[in-house]
């Protein structure tokens, strides 16, 4: 996607150069020639940016969405953890009132 805007930007200017060369018709020809070369390549600019900004913004909540599944991953492996000790712990004093330690 991102190859096709930069060749259309590339062509655009081509042609804005091409019109300004040219010389075919009046000078008003030729720059209007140019002007309207000139505003393609502008929007065509513009619009590049656009979705640059909206995949960069895509990108970054994506990261922030992930970042909270690995957080709340984390924090249920923790309490597994904490609820195995506690289990594991229990059973050890079970253990040890049967044994009479």
């Keep these: 996607m ?5 060749a259309a930007i590339a062509a655009l200017s081509i042609a804005l ?8 018709g009046g000078d008003d020809d030729a720059q209007d020639q140019v002007d309207e070369a000139q505003q393609q390549v502008d929007e065509a600019g513009e619009k590049a940016q656009e979705q ?11 990261g922030e969405e992930a970042e909270q ?3 709340k991953a984390q924090e249920q492996a923790d309490e597994a ?3 195995a000790g506690n289990e594991a712990q229990e059973e050890i004093d079970k253990a ?3 044994s009479g330690y």
């Design 96 to 98: 040890q009132e049967g």
């Design 52 to 62: 640059l900004d909206e995949a960069q913004e895509q990108a970054e909540e994506a």
């Design 81 to 83: 953890a904490e609820d």
């Design 69 to 71: 599944e690995v957080d």
């Design 17 to 24: 150069t091409g019109a300004a060369w040219s010389g075919c």
């Design 2 to 6: 991102r190859r096709r805007i930069v």
